[in-house]
């Protein structure tokens, strides 16, 4: 998830594209809004893994690991997204919406940034290390036992 | 003194906040704090070409990034000279359509339904509410669909363009939508009654109402703007007309008219000041609810979001049918003889958008403004927070906490969009 001109918070895109460098054989989906997120939630992948970037009070560039099979925790104070609702409230409502429909393992990969939505292609440099990491989470939360 | 004080604004786009003051019984001082880092937009555009324009002010906000599309498009239309192909302007108020049915349907059913309902969230509303959320979801979906066919994805549309679109999206692609906007349309038809059995606090402002003046229709884009008070201008005097100020606890611009001070942009003002161009079914759903202008509650907003989501579908649906993909996609933008200037307004699903740019000889951006309607509305925000918080003396600091959010969820805000400039804090 993310936005291309927004500074760090198209670091979930460019995880993305450093999936697909690396020949991933995921399913890979480019979104901008969490309320896709919950039709996605409900279309039979399993497990789904969401990258998205995160706020908490820490420096920029980790990478943090959600496990959401019990719940969808609020990571920060506030949501970072600006189409009202975020990831986790997504996750939720599908459930909510959607019994027993919604896949039973879903992960979010938070890449901290410490700046949303400032105009500009380019992600910072710690946020820039951290794509690397999280595509290599994504894969290993992917694949086989 | 007592202070109300949110932390934190949920069910709003972006970050913003609220702090209302009480000495005793009297309000003393109600401030809408936006703290978001302020957006560079207006600077960022400076020096790129026009015809990069609308893709970048598209990012300025994910959920209305057509609005800023059609306002920057309209004002850089303005300025070369460029007049659409009547084909063109159909098919921009086809993708408008799709966003305020997609804006209005997260607004009304996942962000401000709960707050009538004492829910805390949508998610704890789609558990005793399970149809109408799935019902809001899929005219979102609706929305979306129409954003996608034709600006070719739902986020940040790269269809549109300076002159027109890129491409013409084929008829068939349109036409196989008309199945899923019924079966929308439909949803939001049975919403409406579901909206109209809400309780609403009995409150009317004041206020001036503005909107884009769309001619005989209902207004998607336009070249003027009027008001229930008298204003009737075109957009390119707007700056004679209006006035943006900082204000000490906020990075976004307070918008006023110079001659009358605040006023309200938005579905309520297209409601008042538009409703002989809705279609008659939708009036008419509008009359059964007791619903006809003038309304000055802004509480029932959510109400009018319901009937421009059917009424959006509606005309969709006719635009669609009337579609045919054999024309020019754009015209090609002259060579820009001198600088000159250009306006545009357009209805975003928040309210008027107005756009100016200064484009030179070699198509270069030498000046931007940028005024959002959640900016234009900051002013009203306070001023019924003021008038409401009476109401919060006798209650908890949880129950004033969700009134004073109500309040601030009739209109929508697009924090992110208020940048060219929210935490509620309610201190006992």
């Known amino acids: 998830m993310g936005q291309q001109w927004a500074g760090d918070d198209g670091v979930g895109l460019a995880v993305i594209r450093e999936l697909r460098r690396l020949n991933s054989q995921l399913d890979l989906v480019e979104i901008d809004d969490p309320a896709r997120l919950i039709e996605l939630l409900c279309e039979g992948a399993d497990p789904v893994v969401i990258v998205d970037a995160v706020m908490d009070d820490g420096p920029a560039g980790r990478v943090l690991l959600i ?30 919406a ?14 901290t940034i410490v700046e949303a939505s400032g105009p500009g292609h380019n992600l910072s440099a710690p946020v820039q290390a951290a794509v690397a990491r999280a595509a290599a989470r994504a894969i290993a939360i992917c694949s086989p036992l | 003194m007592k202070t109300v004080k949110t932390d934190y604004l949920a069910r709003v786009e972006g970050e913003g906040g609220v702090r209302i003051r009480f000495r005793g019984d009297q309000v003393r001082d ?37 609005a800023y599309q059609m306002s920057s498009c309209a004002a850089i239309e303005d300025a070369l000279g460029i007049r659409l192909a009547p084909e063109i302007g159909e098919l921009r108020r086809l993708l408008y359509c799709g966003e305020w ?47 996608r066919a034709i600006g070719g994805r739902e986020i940040h549309p790269i269809n549109p363009r300076v002159g027109g679109f890129h491409s013409l999206p084929p008829r068939s692609a349109l036409v196989e939508l008309i199945p899923e906007l019924e079966s929308a349309h439909q949803a939001a038809m049975q919403a409406l009654q579901w909206l109209g059995r809400l309780n609403y606090p009995d409150y009317e402002g004041d206020y001036e109402f503005v909107a884009v003046d769309g001619g005989d229709r209902y207004p998607f884009i336009g070249t003027g703007l009027i008001s229930n008070r008298g204003l009737n201008i075109s957009a390119r005097d707007y ?61 029932k907003s959510i109400i009018v979001r319901g009937l421009e989501i059917a009424f959006a579908l509606e005309e969709a649906i ?7 993909d054999n024309g020019d996609a754009f015209i090609a933008p002259p060579s820009a003889a001198s600088t000159s200037t250009g306006y545009g307004v357009s209805e975003a699903p928040r309210g008027m958008l107005y756009h100016r740019y200064r484009v030179d000889s070699a198509g270069l951006i030498r000046d931007a403004k940028i005024v959002p309607p959640t900016s234009q509305n900051l002013a009203s925000i306070e001023h019924d927070l003021a008038r409401v918080a009476p109401r919060m003396i ?9 009134l ?19 935490q509620l804090t309610i201190e006992r």
Request: with cysteine; aromatic share 8%.
């Open chain 2, 318 to 324: 006719g635009l669609i049918r009337r579609y045919h």
């Open chain 1, 67 to 96: 496990d959401c099979r019990r719940g969808a925790p609020r990571l920060q104070s506030h949501p970072l997204s600006t189409h009202g609702i975020d990831p986790m409230q997504a996750i939720e409502l599908a459930r909510a």
């Open chain 2, 239 to 299: 700056d004679a007309h209006f006035e943006e100020s900082q204000v000490p606890h906020s990075n976004a611009l307070h918008s006023r008219l110079r001659a009358r001070g605040a006023y309200v942009c938005g579905p309520l003002a297209r409601f008042n000041l538009h409703f002989d161009k809705l279609s008659e079914g939708v009036r008419e759903a509008a009359r059964r609810l007791n619903l006809t202008p003038p309304c000055y509650n802004p509480f």
């Open chain 2, 30 to 66: 109600v401030q809408v704090r936006i703290f978001e880092p302020p957006r560079l937009f207006e600077a960022f555009v400076r020096g790129r070409s026009y015809a990069e324009v609308p893709d970048i002010t598209a990012r300025i906000c994910g959920i209305c990034p057509v």
């Open chain 2, 394 to 402: 006798s209650l908890t600091h949880a129950e004033a906490t969700r």
């Open chain 2, 404 to 422: 004073a959010e109500q309040t601030v969820r009739n209109y929508d805000p697009c924090i992110s969009c208020a940048t060219h400039f929210l």
């Open chain 1, 98 to 111: 959607h019994p027993g429909r919604v896949a039973s393992r879903i992960f979010v990969i938070g890449v």
């Open chain 2, 101 to 147: 049915i997609e804006s209005h349907a997260l607004h009304v059913f996942m962000l401000h339904a709960p707050d009538f309902l004492g829910y805390p969230d949508a998610i704890a509303m789609a558990r005793e509410h399970r149809e109408i959320v799935l019902a809001g979801l899929a005219i979102k979906k609706a929305g979306n669909a129409i954003i």
